[in-house]
Structures are given as structure tokens and as C-alpha cells.
């Protein structure tokens, strides 16, 4: 049973392009959860999904940043026209249901660096 | 004030010592994870506890709901436990995330 898939797991973007970032949850898993790591900084929550729906965006920035988790294939992090304060690493997890006492599975994480 | 608090923030011991790594929040939760991220930055889940204490090889949690504090203890430390760990509480939903404590084992 393969764990989280993140890819790609290095990104490099010149300032105003677009990245995309993505994570397939476990097999399984219906829940995908997108945090962000700063440099030198701790984990935050961005955005909470369920299959087709955002469930909580509410640790996503209000411009630039989308997110979406289709009926059918990976979740996707969308970061439209990057700067270099995007620069961080991109953690998903995923779990099988919503219960508030489920595990989080947790990727390898994508890092951006944007130029 | 951050919502979840470590201590200590760094953490340097010789192989073989007990480790206590503490954190405090001051949210209401349902359930709180230790987390460990290794130099490679790959996150692993350690514990998710919403009482009582968990026991896995070497690793101990504890947690008291009542003062809102989880300690997480490594018994007869080895330098492949160098790594941070995360103390991170979840409400309803998502997860809130301490700063991290980075523990160094020194041989």
C-alpha cells in the first residue's frame, strides 16, 4: 500500500509563473489536507478537501493560491504568478475519514523555490 | 502567544540519556499528534493521542487533558533519533502545529 505521493518533490519557478503541486493521498483516503513550511518556521494549515469539495480554506492567502481535489486524480495546489516569498515546502496528508481522532498521513513534501 | 508551545526549541544530549520533550497549548482539542521530521524534511507520524499515554519501542506519550500538556519521551536515546519533533493539536478540523523541538544525539 503505497503512502502519500507528492510530486514533484523539487520545483523551481521564476518570479510570476505558475507552480503546481501535486499529492495523492492514500489508497483509499478521501480526505487531503495542504500545509506550508517557511523557512525556518513551523508547519501551517492552508486548505482541507474532500473529494470535489473545499471543506476549509481558511489557511489559504486570498489571492494567487487555489486548490482543488477531483472526483478522479491527484489533488492539485495551484500557486499562480509565484514570488519569493512563495518559497517553502508543500506537505499534503491525506486520511480515510473525517473523525477528529484520524491520523494524517503525511507526503514527502514538494519544495518550491522561486527565483 | 502561539497556540501550541514547545520547550525546549533545541535539544542536545549524548547517546543512551532520557529525552522529555514538553508542549502546552491553549486551545480546546480532540486529539493531539507528535510528529518527527527528519533532516530530508519528510514527516512522520509518531503518536495521536486524545487521553492517557501511548507506548511504541523506545517512545512514550503522555497527555493531561486537564492542563493541556503532552510530553513526548525517548528512553535510551540514539543518534538516529536526531530529528524535530512536532507536538500539533487538532480542533474540529485541521491541525495547528508547534514550532518544532530539533533534538541532536550526540554518540
Known amino acids: 500500500n503505497a503512502g502519500v505521493m507528492q510530486n514533484p518533490r523539487h520545483l523551481v519557478r521564476r518570479r510570476g509563473q505558475e507552480a503546481r503541486l501535486r499529492c495523492s493521498p492514500m489508497?483509499?483516503?478521501?480526505?487531503v489536507y495542504w500545509y506550508r513550511q517557511l523557512p525556518e518556521e513551523g508547519l501551517k494549515f492552508m486548505v482541507y478537501?474532500?473529494?470535489?469539495?473545499?471543506?476549509?480554506e481558511s489557511g489559504m492567502p486570498k489571492e494567487r493560491f487555489s486548490a482543488e481535489f477531483p472526483k478522479e486524480g491527484p489533488s492539485i495546489l495551484r500557486i499562480q504568478q509565484v514570488v519569493r516569498g512563495d518559497s517553502a515546502a508543500y506537505f499534503c496528508?491525506?486520511?480515510?475519514?473525517?473523525?477528529?481522532?484520524?491520523?494524517?498521513?503525511f507526503g514527502p513534501g514538494t519544495r518550491l523555490t522561486v527565483l | 502567544k502561539n497556540e501550541v508551545e514547545q520547550s525546549p526549541q533545541n535539544l542536545t544530549a549524548q547517546e543512551g540519556e532520557f529525552i522529555t520533550i514538553n508542549c502546552s497549548y491553549s486551545?480546546?482539542?480532540?486529539?493531539l499528534h507528535w510528529l518527527q521530521q527528519h533532516p530530508g524534511g519528510g514527516i512522520v507520524s509518531l503518536f495521536m493521542?486524545?487521553?492517557g499515554k501511548k507506548k511504541h519501542g523506545r517512545l512514550i506519550a503522555t497527555i493531561n487533558i486537564q492542563e493541556k500538556h503532552s510530553s513526548l519521551h525517548i528512553t535510551a536515546s540514539h543518534p538516529r533519533d536526531s530529528a524535530v519533533y512536532i507536538c500539533?493539536?487538532?480542533?474540529?478540523?485541521?491541525?495547528?502545529f508547534g514550532q518544532g523541538t530539533r533534538l541532536t544525539i550526540n554518540p
Open positions: 496528508a491525506s486520511s480515510p475519514v473525517a473523525g477528529t481522532t484520524d491520523t494524517q498521513y
Open positions: 489508497k483509499g483516503h478521501s480526505h
Open positions: 478537501l474532500q473529494k470535489e469539495n473545499i471543506i476549509d
Open positions: 486551545v480546546g482539542i480532540s486529539a
Open positions: 493521542l486524545s487521553s
Open positions: 500539533a493539536v487538532k480542533g474540529a478540523q485541521k491541525l495547528v
